[in-house]
């Protein structure tokens, strides 16, 4: 039995310290800290290697010259799931070691059942430390995919256990739903603890690495949105996938945070169905709102998430303020970001917002980071401040400077051809995105700016 020892860890962020502190170091949290006992990990041959094998079997690893390596693309595994598909970075790497997060009945357990069941000739077992076996049928039966032969269930919360089923099984593929539901037997602590989750998904990413079985963890989040557990948890996977959109919504969000596979900017939008979630192939039909009749503070911007374009809906309202100090709301735009475009107005255009109460919206549900956003943000408060409607068939890219100059963007060429796909007539473009674009093989009106004086006389005279 090896000997056990007493250690601290912060439950915000997972610093380990020798003895107990009131303020953790690395988050600046206060009494977080909790007393765990910890246990070292024997010697003993894991769960899933095979006894039978002489312990000399395993290669030893020596430092080779970087020339001689020879690299061979992975054999990523494609789902059914074209999002899912590229949120990965193009399909399922073996041994790769994948964490979900999201928030409680987001959709985390119904997304990755939905990939157990739907991979065909794939062999899944399902791990479930939350649910029981009729809860899953059940989901399974609402699913409409209850039939497949080689999906396995199994509740189980020891990490022993759970290893010799998968030697029994043999899956190609295996979820893990929850990690905070786990717990090992070389770790003393309660499940769900820093050391128990990080003791686990230990233990997970050996086995992954050594048989080469990719596995997919869900994980809880805090208050704050981050993955509960310690942030070292992050940094053991190769993939952290984000589950994101509110629960009063249909549309949710998949967000790759990091990728050793692929890129840690690509994005998978789903629609939440009474039979499941269904991939939205064309997620800017669903951004933009359809009216009837044109009104004023709408702007239609097109950005970049990732590599995807899309064509989003920017809403804004400018009234006079009841009170002395007025309003700075926005959701899904950056506070900051929103007041230094106002402070840009109101500096260099004389546009006196100052007494007035701002609200921007970005429908949808998305959150925006991309600058090239700028344009249209500035756009719809202005529409809004003057009640004048913006043109329905004209998109905004564009940054905007300190001085009130249009900066350009990236990529303005699949921003043209996305507004262009969906049978927008005009786009207004930053002038300095014009060299080298040649604007006759686009059937878009091409707008270039220098200033947001020439936008403001394009749309307001």
Not at 145 to 169: D, G, R, W
Not at 181 to 206: D, F, K, M, N
Not at 256 to 279: C, D, H, P, T, W
Not at 375 to 391: E, N, R, T, W, Y
Request: proline letters at 4%; aromatic letters at 6%.
């Amino acid at each position: 039995m090896a000997k056990a020892k007493s250690t601290y860890f912060c439950q915000q962020c997972g610093y380990e310290s020798a003895k107990w502190l009131g303020q953790c170091p690395s988050c600046k949290q206060w009494n977080t800290f909790v007393e765990e006992v910890v246990e070292k990990a024997s010697s003993k041959v894991p769960e899933w290697r095979s006894t039978s094998a002489p312990s000399t079997s395993r290669r030893s690893n020596k430092a080779a010259i970087i020339n001689e390596i020879v690299y061979q693309d992975e054999q990523r595994l494609a789902t059914p799931d074209t999002e899912f598909n590229r949120v990965l970075g193009g399909g399922i790497v073996p041994g790769s070691l994948v964490l979900i997060g999201g928030e409680p009945g987001i959709g985390k357990s119904t997304l990755m059942l939905q990939l157990a069941l739907g991979i065909p000739k794939v062999k899944t077992l399902y791990i479930s430390g939350e649910e029981s076996e009729r809860q899953i049928k059940m989901r399974a039966e609402r699913l409409s995919q209850s039939s497949k032969a080689n999906c396995y269930i199994l509740t189980e919360t020891s990490t022993q256990q759970i290893f010799k089923q998968i030697e029994t099984v043999q899956p190609d593929i295996v979820v893990i739903d929850s990690i905070q539901t786990l717990h090992s037997s070389q770790i003393e602590s309660a499940p769900g603890s820093v050391s128990q989750v990080r003791e686990c998904t230990a233990e997970l990413l050996r086995f992954a690495k050594e048989t080469s079985t990719p596995v997919f963890i869900v994980g809880h989040i805090t208050k704050d949105g981050s993955i509960a557990g310690p942030k070292v948890l992050e940094h053991m996977v190769d993939t952290v996938l984000q589950f994101e959109g509110d629960r009063n919504h249909v549309y949710r969000i998949l967000r790759a945070v990091k990728n050793r596979f692929g890129s840690s900017s690509e994005l998978g939008i789903y629609e939440m169905q009474g039979s499941g979630l269904r991939e939205v192939s064309n997620p800017s039909e669903i951004m933009i709102s359809q009216r009837d009749e044109p009104v004023s503070g709408v702007a239609i911007a097109a950005m970049l998430e990732g590599v995807r374009p899309l064509m989003i809906e920017v809403q804004a309202l400018v009234s006079n303020s009841a009170f002395g100090t007025p309003q700075r709301t926005s959701t899904g735009f950056d506070t900051k970001r929103l007041s230094m475009l106002l402070a840009v107005l109101e500096k260099r255009f004389g546009f006196r917002l100052s007494a007035q109460d701002v609200f921007l919206n970005i429908a949808g549900g998305l959150r925006v980071e991309d600058p090239a956003i700028d344009l249209a943000v500035i756009a719809a408060l202005i529409s809004s401040q003057q009640d004048i409607p913006l043109p329905s068939q004209v998109t905004f890219a564009g940054e905007v400077g300190l001085s009130g100059e249009i900066r350009a963007v990236n990529r303005i060429e699949q921003r043209i051809t996305e507004a262009e796909k969906l049978g927008f007539e005009g786009i207004f473009i930053s002038k300095y995105n014009t060299k080298g674009l040649d604007a006759k093989k686009y059937d878009i009106a091409i707008r270039p700016l220098a200033t947001l004086e020439n936008l403001f006389s394009a749309l307001f005279g």
